[in-house]
């Protein structure tokens, strides 16, 4: 079987595997697809490690021998857990693998079983006919990564470094995958950075009482004063220098000026990506959670809300500043979670192999950097020094809302973009 006939069969096999991580060690865990994954190395004579923090939380991690041991090594990671899925909502099982109208439909289509399929059909082809990569290539499989990686990568870059030791560059998900310009050409967005993540928990604090009374300071009055200001803010524009080189990009390709205080309108040359890319012109912070009451005839004395925001990197003692005054000097506002903003420097000689590999299986295509919304388990290797890409290459239909596949109803990937990103790794794996 070919590499990239063998990459739509593991991605089909994967996705039939339940590894709902909901969060709470609940799920069944990612044993069942970690086993799998040993098996599939272990076939061609690469043994895994296997870490365990928690029972069933599994991440395996490999070491793939290149041709030049002198040179320092690529992390190449993807995670196998999935966020948890409704099955009387979709028109396919989400964990059914189906293959259906040139699509692979379920859980984890896009987030990111591919990509583990992909990286392992490669592997397995290369290891079967002799070919190893240019370079040392370690193989992570990791638990945990859609809870922030508390179980996966965070816990393996805070309690087992040594095991990434050598990795110089990184590559994983949610980049290089095509959007298809107005002018018909095909550009590949590659991550190269991501926005930070802040969670605040307001408090409002007022006087608790009877409701039928007169009371001027009632803490959900207040709460949603406050809740209302920040959820309807909007933030400045600032370009991180992915931004800056995406829209730079795409206004050449169109032939119009790039207008940075205001590029927004060149959006609607990358639909349907713009919910995702459009995100990044500015910091965000979205009301999430409110926690106030116990009583309707009750005024309580304090309420509280989350709010989740995301701030451009470089930018984030600014976006705190602004926050805090938004919020007023009455309301307690803490900080409950924080992860760290990146981002890599794109002029690299690893962006050249990705450039070139993409090339070779869509000739005349454009490659450019851009900033993710989202966090990946980028964040956690990043704090290793380790430079890291989203690149999990996918050539997509210029129509397929790509942004609304992740943790979306129906999620899925067309079966044709998954042959031509093994291909892309296949030379990629030559060349980096
Ligand atoms: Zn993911």
Redesign the pocket.
């Known amino acids: 079987m070919s590499a990239d006939d063998e990459a739509v069969e593991l991605c089909h096999r994967l996705m039939r595997m339940d590894t709902s991580n909901y969060g709470d060690d609940s799920g069944p865990g990612e044993r069942v697809a970690a086993e799998y994954i040993a098996e599939l190395l272990d076939e061609v004579g690469l043994a895994v490690e296997v870490i365990e923090p928690s029972p069933g939380r599994t991440t395996l991690i490999t070491r793939w021998e290149g041709v030049d041991p002198d040179r320092s090594a690529l992390l190449v990671h993807a ?1 196998t857990d999935v966020v948890p899925a409704e099955p009387a909502l979709w028109s396919h099982h989400p964990f059914g693998g189906e293959i259906a109208d040139g699509y692979l439909w379920g859980r984890g289509a896009v ?2 079983k591919y990509f583990a399929a992909q990286v392992l059909s490669v592997v397995r082809a290369r290891r079967r006919s002799g070919r190893p990569p240019a370079r040392d290539v370690v193989l992570a499989f990791l638990a945990d ?2 809870n922030a990686g508390r179980l996966g990568a965070r816990w393996l870059v805070d309690k087992r470094p040594e095991l990434f030791e050598g990795c110089t560059e990184a590559i994983g ?2 980049g290089g995958y095509s959007a298809t310009l107005p002018t018909g050409r095909r550009l590949y967005l590659v991550e190269s950075a991501e926005k930070g993540v802040i969670w605040f928990r307001l408090t409002t604090a007022g006087v608790a009482g009877h409701a039928s009374m007169l009371n001027p300071r009632n803490s959900i009055t207040e709460l949603s004063e406050v809740v209302n200001r920040i959820g309807r803010h909007e933030f400045p524009i600032r370009l991180a220098p992915s931004t800056r080189m995406l829209f730079e990009a795409v206004a050449a390709e169109l032939g119009e000026v790039f207008d940075p205080r205001d590029p927004a309108p060149l959006l609607k040359a990358i639909a349907p990506l713009e919910r995702m890319v459009g995100a990044v012109l500015r910091d965000i912070a979205s009301p999430t959670r409110l926690n106030a009451g116990y009583k309707t005839n009750v005024i309580p004395s304090t309420a509280g809300a989350e709010i989740d925001c995301r701030f451009i990197p470089g930018f984030e003692e600014q976006f705190v500043a602004e926050l805090r005054e938004l919020a007023g000097p009455d309301v307690q506002c803490e900080m409950i979670y924080r992860d760290n903003a990146l981002e890599t420097p794109f002029d690299v000689p690893l962006t050249s192999a990705m450039e070139a590999s993409l090339a070779a299986e869509d000739p005349g295509c454009g490659v450019v950097p851009y900033l993710l919304p989202a966090g ?1 388990d980028a964040k956690h290797f990043s704090r290793l020094g380790i430079a890291c890409f989203g690149f999990a290459p996918l050539q997509l239909p210029g129509d397929f809302d790509f942004p609304a596949a992740f943790h979306g109803v129906d999620e899925r990937v067309p079966v044709e973009s998954v042959r031509f990103g093994a291909r892309v790794l296949d030379t990629f794996f030559d060349l980096c």
Do not use: F, N
Request: hydrophobic letters at 25%; charged letters at 50%; glycine letters at 0%.
């Open positions: 995670h987030d990111m990564e859609e998900e949610v990946t």
